[in-house]
């Protein structure tokens, strides 16, 4: 089983809102990752979790905050976004050693900011 | 720091035909892994191949193959008889020692695959 699953699908929001995007994996994965995608772009890292810890932060704004409750579950904060924020938000997880990461990823949330 | 570059933006193809999807990855890191990825539309990035930089065996998993050849930092993807459920966007991606568990993307190849 190699499922991320990422809730919910789908989020409107305003930019006075605040919600929450979550991820759950189940493969006894420790790292765990945030992506933005814009249309017709790669993915960029926003944050790497190993261990529970935030160990890499690519310099996201503090609109957004994540948060790694155990190990099986990554959430992202959302507070006061900016239209510009819209975009499919990505969760992944692996293993932590370079030699056993592949990176699974979850369908994504697809979040409109009006 | 590392690269990876995929030239081709877009492809369109008629069912049946084979495509091959170019990738070209720089790097100074003699350990690395190079990854295919595919997006369907629903959007999930599904992991199709991990290989790593000492093995230089092709392989081909149905009518997937893939061509890693160092000597030209290339990793290319070849789908044979093509069908429609193969239209997505594919990224190539790359990670190594330096970048710690950081993926490189390519710029991905959107793939159109006509009845």
């Known amino acids: 089983d190699t499922e991320v699953t990422q809730t919910p699908k789908h989020l409107v929001m305003g930019m006075t809102n605040k919600k929450s995007l979550k991820c759950e994996q189940h493969m006894g994965h420790r790292a765990m990752y945030w992506y933005k995608q814009k249309a017709k772009k790669p993915p960029e890292l926003m944050f790497v979790?190993?261990?529970?810890?935030?160990?890499i932060n690519e310099s996201v704004p503090s609109r957004f905050s994540p948060e790694c409750p155990n190990s099986s579950l990554l959430n992202l904060h959302l507070h006061a976004l900016q239209p510009e924020d819209s975009a499919l938000y990505l969760c992944?997880?692996?293993?932590?050693?370079?030699?056993?990461?592949?990176?699974?990823f979850g369908a994504g949330t697809r979040l409109s900011v009006l | 720091a590392q690269k990876v570059t995929q030239a081709q933006t877009e492809i369109s193809v008629v069912e049946k035909e084979d495509v091959t999807l170019d990738c070209v990855y720089e790097t100074r890191d003699t350990t690395y892994y190079l990854f295919w990825y595919k997006q369907p539309p629903s959007g999930e990035l599904v992991f199709l191949i991990r290989?790593?930089?000492?093995?230089?065996q092709n392989e081909i998993s149905g009518r997937y193959s893939w061509n890693f050849q160092k000597s030209t930092s290339s990793f290319n993807f070849t789908i044979t008889a093509s069908q429609v459920v193969d239209s997505a966007v594919y990224f190539c991606a790359l990670v190594n020692n330096n970048a710690g568990n950081m993926l490189t993307f390519g710029g991905g190849t959107r793939l159109m695959v006509k009845p």
């Open positions: 290989r790593n930089s000492f093995d230089e």
């Open positions: 979790y190993s261990y529970e810890k935030l160990s």
């Open positions: 992944a997880s692996s293993q932590v050693t370079l030699a056993k990461n592949i990176q699974y």
